[in-house]
């Protein structure tokens, strides 16, 4: 009878003791972006329309961590502090601000679509145009 208490005592301390084992092995979500790099995004169907546009490729730490519209602030931020002085992120039309919303809407867009595009592809210098307007194109700027 002794050995089965002892049996409990040792099921119940190795029962106690893995939810705290798999608490300390749930990613860290803190730093989303895994990696970003700049790009050229082909933009334009005619000959008048056609050109491309400097893109920043964004990809997320998908490693147990999930994403969502909610995350678009925080995304950002992030981005901005990376990204947001270098060269490719500069436009003789928009000004910052313009280029912050612009790339706002794409952002969200993206992490609304189900799944989420790998990579994300933000374009700083496309014209900024509404949330609206960027869902009903599927996310694709003008």
């Not at 099921?11 to 700049?38: F, N, Q, R, T």
């Not at 794409?106 to 933000?122: G, N, V, W």
Request: charged letters at 25%; hydrophobic letters at 35%.
């Amino acid at each position: 009878m002794k050995t089965s208490n002892l049996a409990w005592i040792a099921l119940s301390v190795i029962a106690g003791v893995l939810p705290m084992e798999h608490a300390s092995a749930d990613p860290d979500c803190s730093e989303p972006i895994l990696k970003a790099e700049w790009g050229k995004e082909k933009v334009g169907t005619s000959y008048f329309t056609q050109g491309t546009y400097d893109s920043l490729q964004v990809y997320l730490d998908r490693a147990g961590c999930t994403y969502g519209p909610a995350d678009t602030e925080r995304i950002l931020q992030e981005i901005l502090a990376r990204y947001e002085s270098a060269p490719e992120w500069t436009s003789p039309k928009l000004n910052a601000q313009q280029m912050r919303d612009s790339v706002r809407f794409q952002l969200e867009c993206q992490l609304s679509q189900s799944p989420i595009p790998d990579p994300i592809t933000l374009e700083p210098r496309r014209q900024g145009v509404s949330l609206d307007a960027f869902k009903k194109m599927n996310c694709n700027t003008p």
